[in-house]
């Protein structure tokens, strides 16, 4: 069973507001990933990070940031939020040989 | 562009019968990914390989490295293996990059 978790599930926000996602993991996972996926669309990496204090852009460009402070947790921030982030939100973590995704987070940007 | 192509885009089947999903990539990988999304998005990951072949229950997955081609198979499809069905690829880094995904319907 994996353990990754995100809050929020489900979150509408208004344009111009500063949002943090939060990811958690309890499986000591060197790697993190954060993915963008619209309804019917393929996933597309937003950030990834290796490991404590090690974080890199994906080939999406969404206008956020992260941080890795601690190994189990992965925040993402909008700094302003605008409804073009409408989407949903995964978190992932692994190693080489595998991946766990988190829940998600469906973001409304009204 | 995706390079990582996936097919059918939609597939619906009767409860029973054998599903083949294919997965096409351009250029050589270090591993690939098949992943299980349900309706409401939670992503299950159901095998990683870089050759060879995997097995888990039901589930079947191949790859072939000189072709730069994967397949997923159900055996015995049940509705409750209705999901849309992803495949990723890992070509050098870290990164995974995905395919649109296999939407599947297995009515009973």
């Known amino acids: 069973e994996a353990d990754i978790y995100q809050t929020p599930r489900y979150l509408v926000i208004g344009t111009g507001k500063k949002i943090t996602l939060e990811c958690s993991q309890t499986?000591?996972?060197?790697?993190m990933y954060w993915y963008q996926q619209d309804p019917g669309m393929e996933l597309h990496l937003i950030h990834y990070?290796?490991?404590?204090?090690?974080?890199e852009k994906g080939d999406l460009s969404s206008e956020s940031t992260v941080s890795r402070i601690r190994t189990e947790h992965f925040p993402l921030t909008l700094e302003s939020a605008r409804p073009s982030h409408t989407s949903q939100y995964l978190c992932?973590?692994?190693?080489?040989?595998?991946?766990?995704f988190g829940p998600g987070t469906r973001l409304t940007v009204t | 562009k995706n390079e990582v192509e996936q097919s059918p885009q939609n597939l619906t089947a009767q409860e029973g019968e054998f599903i083949t999903i294919n997965c096409s990539y351009s250029v050589g990988i270090s591993a690939l990914h098949w992943l299980q999304q349900h309706p409401g998005g939670g992503i299950v990951s159901l095998f990683m390989?870089?050759?060879g072949k995997k097995k888990h229950g039901r589930l079947i997955a191949t790859i072939n490295i000189q072709e730069k081609h994967s397949s997923l198979h159900i055996t015995a499809s049940h509705p409750r293996d209705s999901a849309v069905y992803i495949c990723a690829v890992r070509w050098g880094g870290n990164q995974f990059y995905f395919g649109t995904g296999t939407s599947l319907t297995v009515i009973p």
């Open positions: 990070s290796y490991g404590v204090n090690s974080t």
């Open positions: 499986m000591g996972h060197d790697k």
């Open positions: 390989l870089s050759s």
């Open positions: 992932a973590s692994g190693s080489s040989y595998e991946q766990y």
